[in-house]
């Protein structure tokens, strides 16, 4: 299957500070890109939806000013958590698919996840 | 409400016993079901996806299964290993334009005892 690849796996940052998360295809072009948070034992929570060349389209209740995302080009978007704090650890992970034509029931292919600890 | 549920929350096995995990659906229009398994501190890793027409489909020692009139799914595995504890997730795609149609089920956390 095609392969996310997602940098740093786990960071660990003072608060107030900014951190960045990429998330990288490596053999196919991500049209679009997923931005997904998860809490201990519970379920991913979609954060963000980013096309490529396009500005990112946010869920209810995230805050776009604190949660940067870029996706400049077809292998690469980053998430770009400013002035983190405590509440703000996580595990993050993006995913990606090419739905060029249209294809929403393409597959989508997850990262490994960054374990962001706020300190 | 698009809803996803699974049974049980977590569960326990011996190595070697087989085990079967519920996903139960309130997604529409339906697109497809897909089930994951994500090991800890790692992102999901896809094992099945299937779409309104199909009912079994196995990927080794997994196989799902779909009842579209019920909305529900059940992934079984057999002969469990060691391997196998993981969180199961499974996942409901509506068609539609909107990634906000994908809905997450809350997992199985699978725990497999030697």
């Known amino acids: 299957g095609a392969v996310v690849s997602q940098h740093p796996s786990w960071v660990i940052c003072k608060s107030g500070t900014s951190v960045k998360i990429e998330c990288r295809s490596l053999d196919f072009q991500a049209t679009t890109m997923f931005w997904y948070r998860q809490f201990p034992k519970q379920s991913l929570m979609l954060m963000a939806t980013?096309?490529?060349?396009?500005?990112?389209?946010?869920e209810q209740g995230v805050e776009k000013d604190k949660f940067l995302i870029n996706h400049a080009s077809l292998t690469l978007s980053t998430l770009t958590v400013t002035s983190a704090h405590p509440e703000d650890s996580s595990f993050y992970i993006c995913s990606a698919r090419d739905n060029r034509g249209g294809a929403w029931n393409t597959e989508a292919f997850f990262g490994q996840g960054t374990r962001l600890t706020v300190v | 409400k698009n809803q996803v549920e699974q049974s049980p929350q977590s569960l326990i096995i011996l190595e070697g016993k087989n085990c079967t995990l519920q996903c139960n659906y309130t997604v529409s229009p339906f697109s497809n079901l897909r089930w994951y398994k994500q090991d800890t501190g790692r992102g999901p890793v896809s094992l099945t996806i299937?779409?309104?027409?199909?009912n079994t489909k196995s990927n080794g020692r997994y196989t799902a299964t779909l009842d579209a009139d019920t909305k529900q799914s059940s992934l079984h595995i057999t002969a469990s290993q060691l391997s196998d504890s993981a969180s199961y997730i499974c996942?409901?795609?509506?068609?539609?334009?909107?990634?906000?149609?994908?809905?997450f089920g809350s997992g199985t956390r699978l725990s497999i005892r030697p």
């Open positions: 980013s096309n490529e060349g396009s500005k990112a389209t946010y």
């Open positions: 299937m779409t309104f027409s199909e």
């Open positions: 996942v409901v795609s509506a068609r539609g334009s909107s990634a906000s149609k994908i809905i």
